[in-house]
């Protein structure tokens, strides 16, 4: 009888890579991860008949509460992945490529600019939306400026540039 090798077990070195398998295994769960995942995300989508599209928020960690943004966009029945600095938008991104639309938000810890031309080298299907608490801050890579006091607003531009999911 041939013997199966166990499973080597998953190192914890940091909490970057912690967080980034915690990650991954959550989005195979809901299947846009990999083309596997994506064929299961379609499967499940046909099953339920329709996918839900999955949104990235880029905005630094909130001291004291969870993401508005976040909240209202589950709300409105979007996956919503999140990432609290410019590398962790980049790995998200790089990792799970399938996501519908990247919303960064301005506000001095992410780099806008930088997150914007990244996904636009990789592809120009994504629509990058980019919030800003002051009138004047312009990201050049972004699709739609909005402000960041208006959550409603971003959900009337989620709803128009990938569906209603509800």
């Known amino acids: 009888m041939k013997r199966v090798p166990s499973p080597q077990p998953i190192s914890w070195k940091n909490t970057r890579s912690k967080r980034a398998t915690l990650l991954l295994i959550r989005l195979l769960a809901i299947g846009i991860a990999t083309e596997a995942g994506k064929a299961l995300h379609l499967q499940f989508a046909s099953i339920t008949g329709m996918a839900r599209p999955t ?49 960064l938000v301005m506000d001095g810890g992410i780099d806008c600019e930088l997150v914007a031309r990244s996904i636009k080298q990789v592809t120009t299907k994504i629509p990058i939306v980019a919030t800003s608490a002051r009138i004047a801050q312009k990201c050049e890579n972004a699709d739609h400026v909005l402000s960041s006091h208006e959550p409603e607003t971003l959900v009337k531009l989620m709803r128009a540039l990938v569906g209603d999911p509800r």
């Open 55 to 103: 949104i990235l928020v880029a905005e630094t960690e909130p001291t004291q509460a969870l993401s508005v943004r976040k909240l209202v966009l589950e709300s409105a029945k979007y996956n919503v992945l999140t990432a609290h600095s410019t590398d962790e938008a980049l790995d998200i991104f790089h990792m799970f490529p399938n996501v519908n639309v990247a919303v």
